[in-house]
């Protein structure tokens, strides 16, 4: 693996910073690294390994030679600068969600789907860019841990609701918590600014907009992306999705029927076994996944793995992932690793 | 019907506040009020209809004459001292989970099955005592939405995930996140006390005590109360309760699979005229139930209310009350209220 040269795009907002946290934490060899962003925040100073670096006004000439770019400033400048950075030749690793959907573009999870993005590699000529969609926050820690259960056991059909954190709605949702919660302690005015309502000692069951069928578009990305990732294009699925009053992680509470006979302990077994996934488990002691705990960290935490004798085979569990590192950051500098593997492997001339 | 002796045991807790509020704001024609709790909150003086009083530690004396006894202290108490207001002629009306799934004992939720209440009152003696429970908080709010759609649908499996405020952990729970806040806020030290863990901006997926199966009791008193009081004694039906950092009303994810065809519209039809439901759905204008809009109203706010294409039958709704009035005293005082209108009917001797 030869050194890479990297652009970071939306550097400065939650999961810009947390790539920049992500790429200190692990071992991707980078030859040079340019931050970017709208013109709102270009000039803010970032320190990346110890060296300081100014954040410059994303402009189509910063993608030139641009081995691995991370997209990670919103739809609208993903679909203005990810086909420019194409072109320049750079693999775009988007957050957004404008290209998950699209047929030709690669939604992927290292642990679920990592061929499907080196086929897709494999396809590209060498000198070409490509790009590679990062799915939802909520769909990713999901699929991790359906995604050995379906292989296993098969699935029948799947009922979650979320608990998501503010960060979620990026740092203007973790400042409006802080904001509100202060306003509230302090006999001061409540503003509700990026969040439908105030959330503040308050779950919010809306995250992004509705669609005619009532569901969320949240809703909606967590069931086709799930599909889309796990190749099951006609899983059963519904999904809740609610905002609650917490700053870091999300939590889901699954259900989920199987094809075969399926039971807690083969299930822990399982998981202890798939990548990214830790178990925690011990209801005897209080211990299962908590969002204080799993902050910071890149594993996708599952416990209360229960028999569901509501249905045949059934089993219900509570999962737990930060959602800017695994739901986000992490799972695009995973990628990157990938990306940066295989072109080494078969470079470009 | 003729002025009653009302008792209320735990009258300084959580629940105990907000009977008396209930009170006050309905027409119960009341006699004389006693207020009893433990030692340590005998003394304490309470404000009612715009008299003092003052809390005496409970006695068995203090239930002579007493037509009607609300108990709010806990499960230890009520064992100690329902028997014995009982015998005293009192009807007991219990919050406590100790007796409702006794099969003598009616679990009531006058919305759903005030008939099973009526039916039991009319077999008692005239003279004769008698003991009524009031359901767990997290079941009340969810027979209330679910009883119209089993008698219209038929019910063949329900999903809940609950987001349950602290202040279903009493005084003490409220207290706990409010002193947590305040500590994180103010870089002071965060005690964990009354709840498994640190509530403040985190879910805890543990509500109550474990059992083996790995289900909470939580968990469990929503599944069997909710088949008690329905009267579907084999519904399928599977539970994760989950306590999250707001400090008033429940709310509850509720995925329903029918045996008849179903569709949103028609439910939206149906529930609003159902007793003490308040639809709440309009996506558009991004309406739907919230605990800061809830609290310290009557109703069960439904909303959310969208068709469920992974079943052939189903719907999922989000659900709303504020688990201290409708999930606790409004009940208990609803069920008052009939038994005044009972007993008196049939008057005492």
Chains 1, 2 share one sequence.
Not at 126 to 131: A, E, I, K, R, V
Request: aromatic share 6%; net charge negative; with cysteine.
């Amino acid at each position: 693996m030869t050194g890479q040269i990297i652009a970071v795009l939306g550097a400065t907002g939650a999961v810009g910073r947390e790539i920049l946290t992500c790429l200190e934490d692990r071992d991707l060899d980078i030859k040079e690294i340019r931050f970017l962003a709208s013109a709102n925040s270009a000039g803010t100073e970032l320190e990346f390994r110890g060296k300081s670096y100014e954040v410059k006004e994303v402009h189509p000439n910063h993608f030139k030679d641009v081995n691995i770019a991370f997209f990670a400033a919103g739809g609208a400048t993903s679909k203005e600068y990810a086909p420019i950075a194409v072109e320049a030749g750079a693999i775009v690793i988007d957050k957004s969600s404008v290209f998950r959907m699209d047929a030709k573009t690669p939604l992927i999870v290292p642990e679920v789907n990592a061929s499907v993005l080196r086929d897709y590699l494999a396809n590209l000529r060498p000198q070409s860019g490509g790009l590679v969609a990062s799915p939802n926050c909520s769909t990713i820690q999901l699929v991790v841990i359906l995604k050995p259960i379906a292989d296993q056991f098969g699935l029948k059909r799947v009922v979650v609701s979320t608990y998501q954190s503010v960060s979620g709605a990026g740092q203007k949702g973790i400042d409006e918590l802080s904001s509100q919660v202060i306003a509230l302690f302090s006999q001061g005015q409540i503003e509700v600014k990026n969040l439908p309502h105030q959330i503040a000692f308050n779950c919010i069951p809306q995250i992004d907009s509705f669609l005619p069928n009532g569901y969320t578009k949240e809703e909606l990305k967590v069931m086709e992306e799930s599909r889309k990732i796990m190749g099951l294009s006609d899983l059963k699925m519904t999904v809740t999705a609610v905002r609650v009053p917490t700053f870091a992680c999300h939590g889901e509470s699954v259900n989920i029927e199987t094809e075969k006979s399926i039971d807690p302990a083969t299930v822990q077994v399982l998981l202890r076994a798939s990548p990214g996934v830790i178990v925690y488990d011990n209801p005897d002691k209080s211990e299962y996944p908590l969002g204080i705990e799993a902050v910071g960290t890149d594993a996708t935490y599952v416990g209360r793995i229960r028999r569901d004798d509501s249905v045949a085979c059934g089993v219900n569990l509570w999962i737990v992932a930060d959602n800017l590192r695994k739901g986000a950051a992490l799972n695009a500098v995973q990628i990157a690793e990938i990306v940066a593997k295989e072109r080494t492997q078969h470079p470009v001339q």
